[in-house]
């Protein structure tokens, strides 16, 4: 296992974080997973002797049942917590009142004492905004932030699910007014989905922000398990098809994938991983499982490496489609690029 710095920071996070979604099954989290306690315990523990030394969670999983299993097995296996580096998020709906979601003073200074309270801790290493609020102004939001971590309850601030003119807006308000930055984005990247690289790739090495993937497989697409002939109703896909994937183009990566993890002896799930972390804006790989044997494959992603053929190969197959202003900023900067 491998350790990044986060961001512009001095913090060391593993290259595989372990993602919490499957934990707790309420709400609408169930269609992700619902594992017990034990189950939980066991991944945890798993995760930590692999060298994973960050957790990512959010109170709006399983009803805030996730951070409270998180915690809860922290505390079952005896962990140290100074050991990790536990994440969360605010933002999405957690009660029926008007001012139960959002990223307003009022609902982020809640929800922090809440997270601390699920967690059983009295810090939180990453708290990350979960998307943008539209109704709350930035000011706002990056004000209460601020707060959190000059408490002493927060320790770095994150950011995910932005468009690259609000991350960039958030950033100078907090340079320029002397407010704690964020230090990462939580976003969606894979092999079969690399829009990110238009806008938010860019902003993020030039304002040296960590990058923590989210649903790296796509949804389970990646995962080996899916081919274009044969569509798995009783997958993950099938109960929640989520996120939006151009299948035709999926499949046709993973056409490309199969026979070279073959050549491998590994999976296809593993070298779509892989290709992330060879990505120099990741910081981070959030993986989940719902049972041991998907956590061990996912792990052994860390061991893979390619030739330079292979991975032109797949940059070819997976390259987006030239968008403007791309297409145009490449026709004009070639008199002005470094050698």
Not at 53 to 75: C, H, K, P, W
Not at 298 to 318: C, G, P
Request: aromatic share 8%.
């Amino acid at each position: 296992m491998k350790y990044n710095l986060l961001g512009n920071t001095g913090l060391k996070v593993s290259e595989l974080c372990l993602g919490t979604m499957t934990f707790g099954g309420k709400g609408w989290a169930e269609a992700i997973g619902s594992l017990a306690q034990p189950a939980v315990d066991a991944l945890v523990k798993r995760s930590v002797e692999a060298g994973i030394n960050f957790i990512d969670t959010a109170n709006v999983y399983s009803e805030g049942l996730s951070e409270e299993m998180t915690g809860q097995a922290i505390r079952n296996l005896g962990l140290q917590r100074d050991d990790l580096i536990v994440a969360t998020k605010v933002r999405g709906k957690m009660g029926e009142g008007p001012n139960d979601s959002g990223l307003t003073r009022k609902h982020i200074m809640q929800q922090a004492e809440a997270s601390l309270r699920r967690l059983g801790t009295d810090y939180i290493d990453l708290y990350q905004i979960h998307s943008y609020d539209p109704l709350t102004p930035l000011e706002e939001t990056l004000r209460a932030l601020d707060d959190l971590v000059r408490s002493g309850k927060v320790r770095y601030i994150g950011a995910s699910n932005m468009a690259a003119w609000q991350l960039m807006k958030a950033l100078a308000y907090s340079t320029y007014n002397h407010k704690e930055k964020f230090v990462s984005l939580q976003a969606y990247y894979t092999i079969a989905g690399r829009d990110l690289e238009r806008e938010l790739g860019p902003l993020l090495l030039d304002q040296k922000l960590g990058l923590m993937v989210w649903s790296p497989l796509a949804g389970g697409l990646l995962s080996g398990k899916y081919t274009r002939e044969q569509h798995q109703e009783e997958g993950r896909r099938g109960r929640f098809d989520f996120p939006p994937v151009d299948k035709d183009r999926a499949f046709t990566i993973v056409d490309k994938l199969r026979p070279m993890a073959e050549a491998k002896g590994a999976t296809v799930a593993q070298l779509a991983l892989a290709w992330l972390l060879q990505q120099p804006v990741v910081s981070s790989v959030i993986i989940g499982a719902n049972k041991p044997e998907q956590l061990e494959d996912n792990l052994k992603a860390v061991d893979i490496s390619f030739s330079a053929e292979e991975l032109q190969q797949l940059d070819e197959v997976s390259k987006l489609a030239p968008e403007y202003p791309g297409w145009m900023l490449d026709f004009t900067g070639g008199d002005r690029r470094a050698n």
